[in-house]
């Protein structure tokens, strides 16, 4: 299979911090590639070396059978990037910036100016299209800011967490923008924290924590790592965890295979299991505020194979900072602003 974007043993170093350790990526043209792991991971390392804002220290990268680092400037004529945080010039109007881009593209003006408006419609901004954007909601700026990144028509879509911030609603809208431009026939490469958004859009996942590449397969093929199905326990008082996890372990002999800060999910071997669970909770007077029979979610596959959900993953430098993104370093910034 032809692959569109292809990473091979790329590493990346930031004193002492290794941000990438020999990472492989492959997305093939017109699908989804989503690459998921913690803050820290590396992901925001690897899309600004394969957008190429960053060399790598070794490995090789192609996008649409370009070399990153050689054919650079080639590179760049056929990718758009979208960060994790909004980049328009806040003193223009959304048009003013889209116009500007398209110019900076050797677009004429008036395919600018058409461009823009295309773009403003699609992402529901045509009503605001006057206004500056320093006047946008957060959720407004950060479509803006993707529309920015299709001004050129892209063959290829590097989205880096492009939903942090926004509200469901939002989220929803933007996975429905990143639907429309696969079925367009763009490649979209989508790093993400968020596990339902990996499991919605894409039709690869490449999970990497701490700089390696810990798993790559379907949504579906991550869920059958772990098998079967699993019962999801909640109880209203999560001083009776322990008494849910006696009950799940007569009902299931792995009952601490997978288990939860305020809840308890086991695998099981079939739907009586949940049959059983109900009348043992209900013997002892559990109430629950969740109960539920369902094949394993990518939360549980990335618990099984490191051991923490996404969200406490620790940074390379060993700390648990799921607020911060540990994935930003004064070489790589350096380096996007030279670019």
Do not use: C
Request: no cysteine; aromatic share 4%.
């Amino acid at each position: 299979m032809t692959h569109t974007i292809e990473a091979e043993g790329l590493t990346k170093r930031f004193g002492a911090t290794q941000a990438l350790d020999g990472v492989d990526l492959a997305a093939a043209e017109g699908t989804v590639l989503g690459v998921l792991g913690p803050n820290g991971a590396g992901k925001t390392t690897a899309v600004r070396i394969l957008a190429t804002l960053l060399r790598p220290d070794s490995g090789r990268a192609t996008v649409a059978g370009y070399d990153v680092v050689r054919d650079a400037s080639k590179v760049r004529r056929i990718v758009g990037l979208t960060g994790q945080y909004a980049s328009v010039d806040e003193d223009l109007t959304g048009t003013q910036n889209l116009v500007m881009i398209g110019q900076l593209l050797n677009l004429n003006t008036r395919d600018a100016r058409a461009r823009s408006a295309e773009l403003l419609e699609w992402f529901d901004l045509s009503e605001a299209a006057g206004r500056v954007a320093k006047t946008y909601s957060g959720g407004m700026r950060r479509r803006l800011d993707l529309a920015a990144s299709l001004v050129g028509r892209p063959r290829v879509i590097f989205l880096d967490e492009p939903t942090t911030g926004l509200d469901p609603a939002k989220r929803e809208d933007m996975w429905d923008v990143v639907r429309r431009l696969v079925t367009d026939g763009s490649t979209v490469l989508l790093t993400t924290q968020y596990l339902d958004e990996a499991d919605a859009l894409a039709d690869q996942i490449t999970v990497i924590d701490r700089g390696r590449v810990i798993a790559n397969n379907t949504p579906e093929g991550l869920k059958r790592t772990i098998g079967g199905q699993r019962i999801r326990v909640k109880p209203a008082d999560r001083y009776r965890l322990d008494d849910v996890r006696r009950i799940l372990a007569a009902i299931s002999p792995q009952a601490d295979q997978v288990t939860g800060r305020d809840e308890i999910t086991v695998p099981v071997d079939g739907e009586q299991a949940l049959a059983a669970t109900v009348a043992a909770l209900t013997a002892e007077g559990i109430a629950v505020t969740e109960l539920s029979l369902h094949l394993p979610s990518l939360d549980e596959v990335f618990l099984t194979l490191t051991g923490q959900h996404i969200d406490e993953s620790p940074s390379p430098d060993g700390s648990t900072d799921a607020g911060t993104d540990t994935d930003t370093h004064p070489e790589s910034e350096k380096a996007e602003a030279a670019a």
